[in-house]
């Protein structure tokens, strides 16, 4: 069965650094887009950035310059490295992909089970 499996989250002072990791089990077919989410309490659920398979981003404006998407396709993972973070980026984030699980099925959305991620003033 496909799971995504993330960790790398935590405690950090402002302008601290974390790096956030999501991997893909259970040996899917294929994998499409790779994103990154965040929900803070009482928030909606935001996107943070996505990665195709081929490598192109997007970000939200409120991380660019600041967080990096990456993607480690032979290893079914994808990455988000957090710089100069700030209280305001305290939520829990999430991963996502499309994922084809065999040759016969369809591509469907799987998420994560998500990460807290904690900015300290």
């Known amino acids: 069965q496909v799971q995504l499996v993330e960790s790398g989250g935590g405690l950090v002072q402002a302008g601290g650094s974390l790096r956030l990791s999501c991997a893909a089990s259970?040996?899917?077919?294929?994998?499409?887009?790779m994103g990154w989410y965040r929900q803070a309490p009482g928030k909606l659920r935001r996107l943070v950035a996505t990665?195709?398979?081929?490598?192109?981003?997007n970000y939200a404006d409120s991380v660019k310059g600041r967080f990096t998407i990456s993607r480690d396709n032979a290893k079914n993972t994808v990455y988000l490295q957090m710089n100069s973070l700030k209280p305001e980026d305290t939520a829990v984030y999430l991963c996502n992909a499309g994922i084809t699980v065999d040759r016969w099925s369809t591509e469907s959305t799987y998420w994560g089970q998500g990460t807290q991620v904690t900015v300290s003033s």
């Open positions: 990665i195709t398979s081929g490598g192109s981003t």
């Open positions: 259970g040996r899917p077919f294929s994998i499409s887009n």
